[in-house]
């Protein structure tokens, strides 16, 4: 009987604890928006770049880590509460606004809430074209330099990515082609060219244009766009 007794407890126990951790409630603010430069989205590679939020108080400090979409939008379900947003040195093709270790936003959530996060890239994508000929997907475009000065990088090299979904980078490609930096003339007049991938049941592609910068492991790249005969 004694046996039986602790038993039941320990059960009911258990069963008030579950209770108590199903009802535990969810997060019910949504913060979303974009990483941008001058209001204009920054293009990555798809879950490869991501910021933190801290939220100050607790003991244990864990950050939560959002990542950053390839058309430069986030969303994140959270608590209300403060959080410092930090955007870690080696994330991004980009510079960190201030000379410190990260860019700090602090962000007060009571409600659903859309922030755009400022950087500062180190070039921009311009004018991207995209055309397909004699089995050839082409792409030109313009390379603006944002980042001059002391603070300045060069470009290692442009690369042409065509993949079969609308996920297009290096780790999906079909058919890619690299243009080194040193080979760039003009950074107004860039030209690249890739073999149009043969895709079992679909005529179209997709494809964009990939900028690596030297001593930065993000890309920046153009928008995506549907390639077809």
Request: aromatic share 10%.
């Amino acid at each position: 009987m004694k046996l039986l007794s602790i038993l039941f407890l320990s059960f009911a126990s258990f069963s008030l604890f579950s209770c108590a951790y199903d009802n535990y409630p969810e997060p019910e603010s949504r913060l979303q928006g974009r990483l941008v430069y001058q209001g204009e989205p920054i293009n990555v590679e798809y879950n490869n770049v991501t910021f933190e939020l801290w939220e100050p108080g607790w003991q244990k400090r864990i950050p939560i880590t959002v990542t950053v979409g390839q058309d430069g939008s986030y969303s994140a379900q959270l608590f209300n509460a403060t959080y410092k947003l930090v955007i870690p040195s080696a994330q991004g093709p980009f510079r960190r606004m201030r000379r410190d270790n990260s860019d700090t936003t602090t962000v007060n959530l009571t409600g659903n809430q859309t922030l755009d996060i400022d950087v500062m890239p180190y070039y921009m994508v311009r004018t991207p074209a995209f055309s397909v000929s004699s089995g050839k997907v082409s792409a030109t475009c313009k390379l603006e330099q944002i980042i001059t000065g002391t603070d300045a990088r060069a470009i290692e090299r442009v690369s042409l990515y065509v993949s079969k979904t609308q996920f297009v980078d290096s780790r999906t490609s079909l058919s890619s082609s690299d243009l080194t930096g040193t080979s760039i003339k003009d950074l107004n007049a860039v030209a690249l060219s890739a073999n149009f991938p043969t895709i079992s049941g679909q005529s179209y592609a997709y494809a964009r244009i990939g900028v690596k910068i030297v001593g930065v492991e993000d890309l920046i790249f153009s928008p995506v766009q549907k390639v077809q005969p």
